[in-house]
């Protein structure tokens, strides 16, 4: 720390994203990025007017890439606001619509990035405890006072909570914001953006990064009514009119519009969830139902941690979480077909070792 760190952030614990370790090629199945190319659209986009154009800052509105997502999920344009990257878009409403006096609350095992933003913000937050299945406490999130965070389907355990429970915790008190990070939405049954209609008091928010195959660009956004979006466009004036740049915004467009392709994507994942998590399971490991992109698994044989080292001493990289209740689990993505029979020799390889068969 040098002598020269704001007072403010002395207490900042800046989040740790999955390892990207470069020394030999590895089977990526740690930070839930997915292998699949984006959409064949996203090529024909970036054009060379587009270059040629680069001179110019992009538009400060991103009207272009609101239309497109207004259009492709049944909103206006007033109702959508864009970022870089959903956990830029999820910053801002951290920064907009959390104070250093009123508690947040989100579950004790999340997206750890929530608590991050409160620290760095200075935002006071109360974990409320999954339970003991992992499920999401909804009668204590209706129960309290402030405003609520969730991710649903919840990372890292992959399970999602009916729309119906987050409408009774929106509708619980009106007077208090929820956002819920849809992160994984794709991959499931069912999003709550309708839920936007019928509450002022809710913000969704969804990303690029994984279901779209493009976290290269990072391009996230939120819908809510127009007021809660207006008031997240005055804080991003007031720090990044142009967050979003000219390239970003061109191939997220492109791909918000390709439903077709979107589609055949989330069919292939679950195909590959489905086989990694009979794998998982015929080998006696615990796997929780996932409408994800990712498995929550505790390992049989090996401690959780040792195991996901031992994978990366061969050349597979999975995320454990160091962390209560969640020690002796690990979360592995879904990769493709390749990748998931790699994972699962190499897995197969530190079992044998283990029990000193190899
Ligand atoms: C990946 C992820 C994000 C961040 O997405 P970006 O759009 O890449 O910033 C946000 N929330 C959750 C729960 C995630 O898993």
Redesign the pocket.
Known sequence: MSQFLSSRYTNVQPYRPGLQLHDRPYVKLN??ETSLPPSPAVRAALTDALIDGLGRYADPHCLAFREAVAEVLGVSIEEVFV????????AISFRTFFDDETPVAFPDI??N?YRDWCTTFGTPFTEVPLNEDFTVNVRALEAFEGPVVL?NP??PTGIALPIEDIERIVRARPDRLVIV?E??VDYSDGTCLPLVKRYKNLIV?Q????SRNL?GA???FAVGRKELIDDMRDIKFSTNPFNVSALTAAVGIAAVKDTDYLEQCMEAVAKQRAFLADELRWRRFAVLPSK?NFVFTRPVGMPAAELCRELQRRGVLVRHYDQPRIADWLRITVGSPEENEALLDALDDCLFEAVGLR
Not at 83 to 90: I, M, T, Y
Not at 207 to 210: A, D, E
Request: proline share 0%; hydrophobic share 40%.
């Open positions: 930070a839930n970022g870089n990257g959903s956990d830029e878009v999820l999340t997206y990035f991710v919840n990372a990070d992160a994984y928010v990303t690029m990064s994984k976290a990072h391009v996230g994800t």
